[in-house]
Nanobody, 119 residues
Framework: QVQLVESGGGLVQAGGSLRLSCAASGIIASIDAMGWFRQAPGKQRELVADISTGGDTKYVDSVKGRFTISRGNAKDTVYLQMDSLKPEDTAVYYC?????????????WGRGTQVTVSS
């Protein structure tokens, strides 16, 4: 089993920064890609950024140049550095890990952390 716990959310003014962290526990070796999703009120959950075990990254266009995803050396932690935050970045941010075991591949989700950007 794998569990993910997010931290680092909060309230910040537009133009400010926050750093989100997601720590994995359990069978760490089974975790493949990790990423961050967000869901704003009344909207669908969307991918914000994703990082592979090899360090390849991808971002949604709206955060390119402002957000940076990274992984810890032990591959059991993923970070999201968010700079130049905008009110439209307000959402609950969820950590997602792709777990690969011999019999299947599935997603594991954290419970989410609230990010609120005031104008």
């Amino acid at each position: 089993q794998v569990q993910l716990v997010e931290s680092g959310g909060g309230l910040v003014q537009a133009g400010g920064s926050l750093r989100l962290s997601c720590a994995a526990s359990g069978i760490i070796a089974s975790i493949d890609a990790m990423g961050w999703f967000r869901q704003a009120p009344g909207k669908q959950r969307e991918l914000v950024a994703d990082i592979s075990t090899g360090g390849d990254t991808k971002y949604v266009d709206s955060v390119k140049g402002r957000f940076t995803i990274s992984r810890g050396n032990a591959k059991d932690t993923v970070y999201l550095q968010m700079d130049s935050l905008k009110p439209e970045d307000t959402a609950v941010y969820y950590c997602r890990g792709v777990v690969r075991i011999p019999s299947s591949t599935f997603n594991v989700w954290g419970r989410g952390t609230q990010v609120t950007v005031s104008s």
